[in-house]
């Protein structure tokens, strides 16, 4: 029997990390997203040695999920210009990475950082420097996964050449890959909507960032049109990639054993998911 394809969303954590599990298997999960505390708070409960024992038995129980990304909560700034702001960051940063080791989890997406008029070029080299001194303070198991961004207000990480410079300038690069998502890069201006397209975006990002380094792929169609710089998600189909797009990934071979995660808009019950992975899985 085929290994099923590394698909899932963004699942909530309610009521225990452990749950997350069920929920994604409920609905079709093979690889899946979560947060471990709050994304709405600098810092969160630690969690306790039952949490952690719950969590990995269900990852271990599990049937269908075979891997499982962390996302940053949106608070975390690394690159401000304000030195408390990027200093609290940096410290809700590590923390985050240490739940990440606490669960053996070894990829969190970070959206790079906004320089807030500070110049692109100087958040670059400040979000380089924030990662260092976070990696000092780990114990080297959990790579940082930088996000594509679109480019909306002063983000940076909106061109691939962006997150070079940051892995350029950090001593600890074998710590800082990559994650792409299809809503960011056609936003930013890498136009992935043509077959042409597509392919060109692929190459290009190969050999600036080397696919080797990209690790999670998040799956979203755009509510805005190209080259944009506007981060609005759209439910597959209902936005301006269209879904040949999709097909074009889910079929890419060197893509293959990348997970793909959907963070397009859901209904709680998380329906419209159900049916986006199931949509996915039949492109293969």
């Keep these: ?85 990027a200093q609290q960051s940096t410290n809700a940063l590590l923390d985050e990475v240490h739940r990440c080791e606490q669960l053996d989890l070894p990829y969190l997406v970070l959206h790079p950082g906004s320089h807030l008029d500070m110049g692109e070029e100087k958040c670059l080299e400040q979000i380089a420097h924030n990662l260092d001194s976070v990696f000092e303070r780990s114990n080297d198991k959990v790579h940082i996964l930088l996000e594509t961004m679109a480019g909306q207000g002063t983000n940076v990480g909106y061109t691939f050449e962006q997150l070079k410079k940051i892995r350029q300038l950090s001593e600890h690069k074998r710590n800082i890959e990559f994650c792409l998502d299809t809503c960011h890069v056609f936003a930013a201006g890498y136009d992935i909507s043509t077959e042409d397209g597509y392919r060109k975006t692929f190459k290009t990002f190969d050999s600036t960032l080397g696919l080797e380094h990209l690790k999670a792929i998040h799956i979203n169609d755009s509510q805005e049109k ?16 269209p879904l040949a797009t999709f097909d074009l990934i889910m079929n890419d071979k060197q893509l293959k054993d990348i997970p793909k995660i959907l963070e397009t808009p859901s209904d709680p019950e998380m329906k419209l998911w159900k049916k986006e992975i199931a949509l996915l899985k039949a492109m293969v």
Aim: one cysteine or more; charged letters at 25%.
């Design 1 to 85: 029997m085929a290994k099923e394809p590394l698909v899932g969303c963004h699942v909530s954590i309610a009521g225990g990390i452990y749950k997350a599990l069920e929920r994604g298997e409920s609905v079709g999960c093979t690889a899946m997203q979560i947060f471990t505390k709050s994304n709405r708070n600098w810092f969160d409960k630690k969690l306790t040695d039952d949490s952690i024992k719950a969590f990995k038995q269900a990852v271990k129980e599990s049937s269908s999920i075979q891997s499982i990304i962390v996302h940053t909560g949106y608070l975390i700034n690394i690159g401000s210009k304000k030195a408390d702001i």
């Design 226 to 241: 190209f080259g944009s710089r506007k981060d609005r998600h759209a439910p597959l189909g209902k936005g301006h990639i």
